[in-house]
């Protein structure tokens, strides 16, 4: 069974080199120190990020990702981290970024949450980006080189 997955709802991400992706996202989780059993990717509209928003976290607003932890703290991770693709070609646009480099940046950002990352406060934020901007220069260096 493979440990990382990804799933469409409605849209498509237009994701390429999958195999090289998942192998790096792992290696995420092997320098943090966390076990992961089955990450799933789910890239979905903004209207259903928002509806699950709603409901799981009571959230009345748009946001490009949601990370849900289904496992027991200690044993391999279980995960369903859901993308807004139409948030992510936004923020990218708005942030003057190439949306593969933002799609990359959002899910990098999930699976560190699922490392115990948070982003509530000025503090947490800082580290939080700190760990982006270093996993996905990493990333980017193994994708340029693969093409």
């Known amino acids: 069974m493979e440990t990382i997955l990804f799933h469409n709802h409605g849209i ?15 290696s995420i989780f092997r320098k943090e ?10 890239f979905c509209k903004d209207d259903y990020l928002l509806a699950l928003n709603k409901k799981y976290l009571r959230h009345d607003f748009l946001t490009d990702v949601l990370t849900f932890t289904l496992s027991d703290p200690g044993v391999p991770v279980v995960s369903e981290i859901y993308i807004s693709v139409e948030r992510v070609k936004e923020n990218a646009l708005f942030f003057k970024t190439i949306y593969t480099q933002e799609l990359l940046r959002v899910m990098i950002h999930g699976l560190l949450h699922l490392c115990g990352y948070e982003d509530n406060t000025v503090k947490q934020l800082d580290l939080i980006r700190k ?3 270093y996993y996905l220069s990493r990333l980017l260096f193994h994708v340029k080189r693969s093409t």
């Open 12 to 26: 498509d991400p237009g994701l390429r080199n999958k195999k090289l992706l998942k192998a790096l996202l792992l």
């Open 33 to 42: 120190h966390l076990r992961p059993e089955r990450i799933s990717y789910i």
């Open 131 to 133: 760990k982006e901007d």
